[in-house]
């Protein structure tokens, strides 16, 4: 087995292992989803809140790491191929130095940082997309938007049949909220079209 292959081995490894990591942050968003709606039952919205914004981060980092596999999994491929039609440059194999520790390591900051190097690698890639992912991705990572934290509380209310306007701190009904979440959809749907239009 070259280095190479083994490399290539452990790319696929690393791809499973992130995809792990989002069905597990899918499983804690299930969990805190169901701490809200009992938050909400017993009429404690400020712990319902907390719960909330737990969701809702769980369910953007579970998005990062299967965004993360997909990507690792991409270059996987082109090493692949690289490894099949014996075209493993000698720049290639440098930049697989250290990887092991990078990849086990399970942080996306590394291992984004690891792919772009591979990518480079492979001219084919659009890079502009992965740049615009990845200030996407650090977006989602930091902020809870609270449009969608009301938005979850609001819909875990009506689940548990319960009317939430009268609790919630910020005024009227939750459609404000809501309002606000897609008023920033819409921005960014237009930033995104601004920079297609660029590329």
């Known amino acids: 087995m070259s280095n190479m292959e083994k490399n290539l081995f452990n790319l696929k490894f690393a791809a499973k292992e992130l995809q792990r990591s989002s069905k597990k942050c899918d499983k804690e968003e299930k969990a805190e989803k169901a701490k809200v709606k009992k938050a909400i039952q017993k009429g404690n919205?400020?712990?319902?809140?907390?719960?909330?914004?737990?969701?809702?981060?769980?369910?953007?980092?579970?998005?990062n790491f299967l965004r993360m596999?997909?990507?690792?999994?991409?270059?996987?491929?082109?090493?692949?191929?690289?490894?099949?039609?014996n075209q493993v440059t000698k720049s290639m194999a440098g930049v697989v130095k250290g990887m092991d520790a990078t990849l086990k390591s399970m942080n996306l900051e590394k291992i984004s940082a690891l792919m772009d190097?591979?990518?480079r690698q492979f001219e084919t890639?659009?890079?502009?997309?992965?740049?615009?992912?990845?200030?996407?991705?650090?977006?989602?990572t930091l902020?809870?938007?609270?449009?969608?934290?009301?938005?979850?509380?609001?819909?875990?209310?009506?689940?548990?049949?319960l009317d939430l306007n009268m609790e919630l701190p910020h005024g009227p009904t939750?459609?404000?909220?809501t309002s606000v979440a897609s008023a920033e959809q819409d921005e960014l749907s237009q930033r995104l079209s601004k920079l297609r239009d660029q590329v």
Do not use: W, Y
């Open 125 to 140: 890639l659009d890079v502009q997309t992965a740049q615009m992912e990845d200030t996407m991705s650090s977006t989602t």
């Open 69 to 85: 596999s997909a990507r690792v999994d991409a270059v996987a491929a082109r090493v692949q191929t690289a490894v099949t039609m």
């Open 45 to 63: 919205t400020e712990v319902a809140r907390i719960h909330a914004e737990n969701a809702i981060r769980q369910k953007n980092q579970s998005v």
């Open 117 to 119: 190097k591979f990518e």
């Open 174 to 177: 939750g459609s404000v909220g």
């Open 143 to 161: 902020t809870t938007p609270q449009g969608q934290v009301d938005a979850l509380m609001l819909e875990m209310a009506d689940e548990a049949g």
